[in-house]
């Protein structure tokens, strides 16, 4: 089969707050092939995807993300990382371009998966996906008491295991965010996993990072994550060189694979945490998931949004050992959680599985996202290139 | 003052052609703060680049770039730098934003200059520029005859150096390469400088770069450019360990400091080549210019469009030592040529030195480019977030 159509939906809530949440809009793609429909998310700017994906050619390694994907033979596997290296090939200048391949990767082991009636995992040569240990993945409280509220309702609604992050944390004073940390431990319980995120905060200040490490070493806090930018990379390396017993964890940001392996190369993290609706798609995070385990360095999903993209994120280590954390957004907007019908749960035993239904296992709620559905229109040198298309399967 | 507006334009050559020629469109960007106005040009695909400027806010960290830019205030050169660390934080999770911020930095950098009647360079701390050897950029042409012609062109009007690259260098056989290899030493005869771009063809195969190295060697190349993609830091220390003389080159596609640095850090290249309209604009530019000069790695400019971008991109080393190459673009559409009315001409000696005028000293000529204007019309929501302004001055 060929692919027939790609196509993208700029989802968003009615109103956008300027809060670290970002489950507030998504961007939906459609890849058509024959009788097949395959579905995937971008976790990204949805307007300038969308020109990615339709903007005229600037020059051979500058063209249109679909100029590559359009037309193209799926048959196997092989066919979608065939597809990958085209479009980094042909939009090699064109930044936003791995953003808009990640979602396509998606779709495209999506539709292989359905059109063989097996689930992604599988496809990956994966016999059995295991269990993982979801974190709740919240923002930090504006003061400490609704930090301690949130772990308790955490603690509450049964997970283990908590990620706060954003917020006041870092913007203040060292021991504000000691109280923060502390708040967080303690509505958590001695016993649950506390998980830390500075969101790039220290920028590439090492000293600054430095200070909050005896409140987190106090806490227990498993990892602390970005405290720096992506791409500090020596930066990460002094800081890991005195965080033990808290490990380092980052990698969100990486649009391709080589950045995440530079982070284990050369930062000493002890996470990497990859998005693969920015990576590139599901190719290149699995790429990296070996790289990271076959060097001792865990790898963890990155995922604030919807269940098919946590569906999506779950797959490239799915085979890693059962017990494992994975990130579970415990936060989400309406429009993400309407998005699915289906939704990844939690077990009795507080583990998350992946689905077995062909392909991802999670169908996006058409109905639902058609109410979030925001109308683009893009008109260059009097054509249009795009013009959001009717949102059907 | 404070920035009142920031406005793109995207030019383009009436056809596009499938060729590795950058030139072939442009995206300018216009200033205005009070009476005053300064240009600049993003190396990048121009509609996803519009959009990152315009684009909703999908979170705190995914904000349109205009955001951080418009109704800012720009008295020093420090509050160029602040606005850029504004966008780079106000705009982390927006891919395309660096290629954004590279036009507008540049912009910032000439008004500023402007403002005050002082070039660039003068701003930037340099007392005097130090001329600069510039190589003719040219692509290989398809058969070796095709460069050898082009090599004793270029040797005839006047060059000292050049670079050939691109074409079908790299997708043939290692003879094939060889040939088009020594084609150019032959043209360029023994004295001159011979640079070659592989333009990322091999990915990151060691070996397959590794076989081109015999000719490259023989030929007496100064260096290879780019056998790999940017991020294969470890393919190229490999390649490094074992290319002498001939020195690696790489780093254009970086879009900050911190990519520039892995290379320089852990890739073991001679060259660094920086194109200050992806890097985020001069002051990234100038960071990675030191950063290099410390570790005793040349700093190159990378520049294949106009001389505004020209001239943008030989600031930020200027201060490096006489005699240093830089890249000139030798075979430009007239898009390139007309956008601007003065040019950076080559001095009696060969050498290319700085215009002395206040800012970029090089001004675009509207006339010209409203010829190669591309209208862009984006609406989302029932809003028209873009529409082409007017090209005025």
Redesign the interface.
């Known amino acids: 089969m060929r692919i027939e159509a790609v196509d993208f939906f ?1 989802c ?1 809530m009615p109103e ?7 489950s ?2 998504l961007l939906l793609v459609r890849l058509r092939a024959g009788p097949f429909v395959g579905w995937g998310e971008c ?10 994906l ?10 249109p993300v679909r100029a590559s994907v359009l037309g193209q033979a799926l048959e196997t596997p092989a066919d979608v990382a065939r597809i990958g ?1 085209l479009v ?2 042909n939009s ?5 371009a ?2 808009a391949l990640s979602g396509i990767d998606i779709a495209l082991w999506d539709l292989l998966g359905r059109r063989f009636g097996e689930p992604v995992w599988r496809l990956l040569g994966i016999a059995r996906p295991e269990p993982r240990l979801p974190y709740a993945s919240v923002l930090f409280g504006d003061e400490p008491q609704e930090t301690l509220a949130k772990a308790r309702a955490i603690r509450a609604a049964g997970y283990r295991a908590a990620k706060f992050g ?1 917020g006041p944390y870092g913007r203040g004073t060292v021991e504000a965010d000691a109280d923060q940390v502390a708040a967080a431990r303690e509505g958590l319980g001695p016993g649950g996993v506390l998980l830390v995120d500075a ?2 905060v220290w ?1 590439e200040d090492v000293a600054a990072a430095r200070e909050r490490l005896p409140a987190l070493k106090a806490a227990g806090a498993t990892w602390l994550e970005e405290p720096f ?6 930066a990460y390396a002094a800081l890991a060189a005195e965080s033990a017993p808290v490990a380092l964890a980052g990698g969100e ?1 990486a ?5 995440a ?2 982070l284990i ?2 930062g000493g993290i002890g996470f990497v945490q990859v998005d693969a609706g ?1 990576i590139g798609g599901i190719t290149p995070a699995r790429e990296v998931a070996g790289y990271a385990r076959a060097r001792g360095v865990a790898y963890v999903n990155h995922t604030f949004t919807s269940h098919l993209a946590l569906s999506a994120s779950l797959q490239p280590f799915a085979d890693h050992p059962a017990g494992a954390l994975c990130e579970y957004p415990a936060e989400p907007t309406a429009l993400a959680v309407e998005a699915t019908r289906r939704h990844i749960g939690r077990d009795v035993d507080g583990m998350v599985r992946l689905p077995e239904g062909p392909g991802l296992g999670i169908e996006p709620d058409l109905e639902a996202l058609r109410r979030y559905l ?9 054509q249009t ?1 795009y013009e959001t298309p009717a949102l059907t399967g």
């Open positions: 700029y968003a956008v707050l300027d809060i670290g949440d970002g507030q809009d976790e990204a700017s949805p307007l300038p995807t969308i020109a990615a339709v903007c005229p050619m600037s020059h051979a390694a500058c063209k290296d980094r090939a090699a200048d064109l930044l936003q791995d953003h954003w969101g790039t920028g930018v992506g791409g500090a990379v020596s940001g649009h391709n694979v080589w950045q392996r530079h190369d050369h920015r925001v109308p683009v229109e893009i008109r260059v040198g009097g290139l």
